[in-house]
């Protein structure tokens, strides 16, 4: 009995040492996008996206996590929503951002956290004040070498929960009517010649998106299902609920491709298992003429 006791012992503390290491252990996942409609002038171009950082730290002032993103030297950084925890302070996301800032163009969205956090105006004001272009409904024209891609970006429907409560939808219902209609701004005369990158904060609406003249959706918000289990995309995740489909990864769908990272932070004191934090590089490709 004290040999099992010992044993069940030990493999507890093994499990929550594996878990407390690998909520902190970064990994970087490597996307290549083709598409005929990239520019030649972009060919090799990369980009990092950081997601659902949920203001936590690893290490010192963030400094690996920093670090890794300066080594690969991206064209651009974009930040898909998160970044602050509900109500907790914003300064270690505001640190973050500025010194990303401070070494490449940051374009960021809003996630479900900013949407209810009583300092997202002070983050915000404190983004634009050092050059992140935040996108709400809107678009942004990337350019190199005179020729030109999109970014665009939506606001989480967080931010207009109270605008759609006296209608008494369904949350999945009244989210999607609103992100319809953000989407319907930030893509209003939009030409489909373009490559477009759509940075949005929810992956379960993947479907709607695809209705859009978008190429490239990038998201978070899943936490890579929380469990990664074997031939699974998680356990759970928010606004998906249990087995969900879109936590990690590429998906596509009708010539459209969505990237979904796992995020960086945790929200529940449940452990992330299988599901190290991440940071993805995108690297565009050229499709050229047959």
């Given amino acids: 009995m004290k040999k099992t006791g010992w044993g069940i012992l030990g493999a507890v503390a093994a499990f929550t040492g594996y878990a407390y290491w690998s909520t902190k252990h970064l990994t970087v996942t490597n996307y290549e996008i083709v598409s005929d409609k990239i520019p030649a002038e972009w060919d090799g171009a990369t980009f990092v996206q950081l997601s659902d950082l949920h203001s936590a730290s690893f290490g010192l002032y963030n400094n690996p996590l920093l670090s890794m993103v300066n ?20 300064f270690v996301a ?9 070494e490449f163009p940051v ?29 709400e409904n809107e678009r942004y024209f990337l350019k190199k070498d ?4 999109m970014v665009a970006g939506v606001r989480d429907p967080r931010f207009v929960r109270e605008d759609w409560a006296e209608k008494e939808l369904p ?31 929810r ?19 899943a936490h890579g ?58 690297t565009l490709r050229a499709k050229g003429d047959a």
């Fill in 71 to 90: 080594e690969m030297a991206p064209d651009a950084v974009f930040l898909t929503g998160d970044m602050i925890d509900g109500d907790e302070s914003p």
């Fill in 94 to 102: 505001m640190a973050v951002v500025r010194k990303l800032a401070k």
């Fill in 107 to 135: 374009f960021y969205v809003s996630g479900n956290h900013e949407g209810r956090s009583a300092f997202y105006e002070d983050f915000k004001a404190d983004m634009e004040k050092h050059h992140v272009a935040v996108l």
């Fill in 146 to 149: 005179g020729a030109a891609i």
């Fill in 171 to 201: 949350k999945e219902v009244w989210e999607e009517a609103a992100l319809k209609e953000a989407l319907d701004d930030a893509t209003a005369n939009l030409s489909p010649d373009y490559f477009t990158i759509l940075l949005a904060h």
């Fill in 203 to 221: 992956p379960e609406f993947w479907p709607l998106y695809q209705a859009y003249p978008i190429d490239l959706v990038l998201s978070g918000h």
């Fill in 225 to 282: 299902g929380q469990f990664r289990l074997p031939l699974t995309e998680g356990l759970f995740a928010p606004g998906q609920g249990l087995m969900p489909k879109w936590t990690a990864g590429i998906h596509r769908a009708g010539g459209k491709a969505l990237i979904v990272s796992r995020g960086l932070g945790n929200v529940t004191k449940l452990p992330r298992l299988f599901n190290d934090p991440e940071i993805i590089r995108i």
